[in-house]
């Protein structure tokens, strides 16, 4: 697991992150998608589903361990981990993610095209017309 997470370094920036790894509590009230894993900190950055407010962040692994102690104590079930086959994009896994990220993509084009049309205005502008 430490492998995949290496090999994609970081993503933070990502428009769509993959997911190497998945932790959820018993009966599923919380959801850790795992997209990047910091050794010298030994913590965990990616995004948590279920709490009043899901968000990205990060998270240290023994604070992981200890949500789903105390869940596991109260709910009297194991935590579950998926280990991915592959490294998949958040959007595939959390549908909520597809629309805004196809939206920041097309919005970023957008943007790419236009300096791109800017720079062959100026480029045309600068050059002296043919005789």
């Known amino acids: 697991m430490k492998l995949q997470f290496k090999a994609l370094g970081k ?20 959801a850790f998608y795992m997209t990047e894993y910091r050794e010298k900190e030994d913590c ?13 962040g990060s998270i240290p692994r023994n604070n992981i361990e200890a949500i789903y102690k105390v869940d ?23 549908p909520a993610f597809k629309e805004p990220i196809m939206v920041a993509r097309l919005n970023r084009l957008m943007e790419e095209q236009q300096k ?9 502008q600068g050059q002296e017309p043919e005789h």
């Open 11 to 30: 993503q933070e920036f990502a428009d769509d992150p993959k997911v190497v790894t998945i932790f959820k509590t018993p009966g599923e009230k919380l």
């Open 44 to 56: 965990f950055f990616g995004y948590v589903k279920g709490t009043s407010v899901d968000s990205w």
């Open 72 to 94: 596991q104590e109260i709910s009297g079930q194991d935590r579950t981990r998926t280990q991915l086959s592959k490294p998949t994009p958040i959007s595939e896994l959390v």
């Open 116 to 124: 791109k049309n800017e720079q062959e205005r100026d480029q045309d």
